[in-house]
């Protein structure tokens, strides 16, 4: 099995808002996608141990669209939650906080379709989305 790749960003939010904007399907629609050509328009969010999500990402021309998803395996709430993807991939995400700002860190296993590089440079940037979202609402 490869290993884990692992991205983070510190965002200018106190946790909770770090959390909320992160776990909401209304939050997650703003900021889920890895470049301006792209978006994300329907999410949804069961967060709790068990529960499902799914994210339709989509480029704006409408050339081309997936869904991401999966079942939450932990769920902590303001701390951390784990889920596994529909193809057995894991991933925990941790939110860490740091007086008025909130570190976080996605590890998640790659997948073998495209090079590592390519999949660390995708999730930093969607991080990087969040960031811009949530320190601008």
């Known amino acids: ?3 884990p790749i692992t991205v983070s960003v510190l965002v200018n939010a106190p946790l909770k808002k770090a959390w909320d904007y992160f776990s909401l399907p209304e939050h997650i629609t703003q900021w889920c996608q890895a470049s301006a050509d792209w978006h994300a328009p329907k999410a949804s969010n069961d967060l709790r141990e068990g529960g499902k999500f799914s994210t339709t990402m989509a ?18 709430p303001n701390e951390m939650f784990a889920y596994t993807m529909e193809d057995g991939r894991t991933c925990s995400v941790s939110f860490d906080e740091t ?12 997948e073998t379709i495209n090079p590592v590089e390519m999949q660390e440079a995708g999730w930093q940037a969607i991080l990087n989305s969040f960031k811009t979202y949530i320190e601008s609402h």
């Open 1 to 3: 099995m490869s290993t």
């Open 59 to 76: 480029a704006k021309d409408g050339s081309f669209s997936f869904d991401f998803g999966g079942t939450y395996t932990k769920v902590v």
């Open 99 to 110: 007086g008025d700002e909130t570190f976080i860190t996605e590890t998640f296993d790659p």
